[in-house]
T-cell receptor, first 115, second 113 residues
Framework: DAGVTQSPTHLIKTRGQQVTLRCSPK?????VSWYQQALGQGPQFIFQ???????QRGNFPDRFSGHQFPNYSSELNVNALLLGDSALYLC??????????????FGPGTRLTVT | DQQVKQNSPSLSVQEGRISILNCDYT??????FLWYKKYPAEGPTFLIS?????DKNEDGRFTVFLNKSAKHLSLHIVPSQPGDSAVYFC????????????FGPGTSLSVIP
């Protein structure tokens, strides 16, 4: 059983460009959450998707948007990239209204570097 | 202003001894606390949590203690094993809400054989 997968593993973009990151949840999971982890810091919650809709959102600007597909996979889009967007982007999947932490599985992340 | 602090960036412990990882928080509204473990090139893994109505929660070798008056929690690992070497994140939330969870910067634990 494949766990949470993310692509690509690494990505280098130029300031001002747009980027799309992808996530496939663990089999049986229908909820996807995205986190940003800057160097030397803990993960920071971006938003969560359930039933193809954004259910919760952290303190991130509208440049950060997402999408969830009928097969529960998800994309994170970031427009007008800034140098400060350089970070490890983590995707986590869970089931429905599962409690924070329990039954939530993280992927290995996508390392985004903005130059 | 960091709401969740882990003031020790790193910690080394001998195999078989106790590992104590500390975490302090500033927001008195936090009522749910979690610990995650992260190996290199892998995503974080949920370890253990505690609600503010408790002061201790135990799961095998892992015990979390919560001192609400001091706004302090700690994770005890007994006995420590080399496989416990990882980065440990403390996190706090209000009402188990994903959008209100705040992670600390992490403590890197090395268990020496």
């Amino acid at each position: 059983d494949a766990g949470v997968t993310q692509s690509p593993t690494h990505l280098i973009k130029t300031r001002g460009q747009q980027v799309t990151l992808r996530c496939s949840p663990k089999s049986g999971h229908d909820t996807v959450s995205w986190y940003q982890q800057a160097l030397g810091q803990g993960p920071q919650f971006i938003f969560q998707y359930y039933e193809e809709e954004e259910r919760q959102r952290g303190n991130f600007p509208d440049r950060f948007s997402g999408h969830q597909f009928p097969n529960y996979s998800s994309e994170l889009n970031v427009n007008a990239l800034l140098l400060g967007d350089s970070a490890l982007y983590l995707c986590a999947s869970s089931s429905g209204q599962g409690a924070l932490g329990y039954e939530q599985y993280f992927g290995p992340g996508t390392r985004l570097t903005v130059t | 202003d960091q709401q969740v602090k882990q003031n020790s960036p790193s910690l080394s412990v001998q195999e078989g001894r106790i590992s104590i990882l500390n975490c302090d928080y500033t927001n008195s509204m936090f009522d749910y606390f979690l610990w995650y473990k992260k190996y290199p090139a892998e995503g974080p893994t949920f370890l253990i949590s505690i609600s503010s109505i408790k002061d201790k929660n135990e799961d095998g070798r892992f015990t979390v203690f919560l001192n609400k008056s001091a706004k302090h929690l700690s994770l005890h690992i007994v006995p420590s094993q080399p496989g416990d070497s990882a980065v440990y994140f403390c996190a706090a939330s209000v009402e188990t809400s994903y959008d209100k969870v705040i992670f600390g910067p992490g403590t890197s634990l090395s268990v020496i054989p």
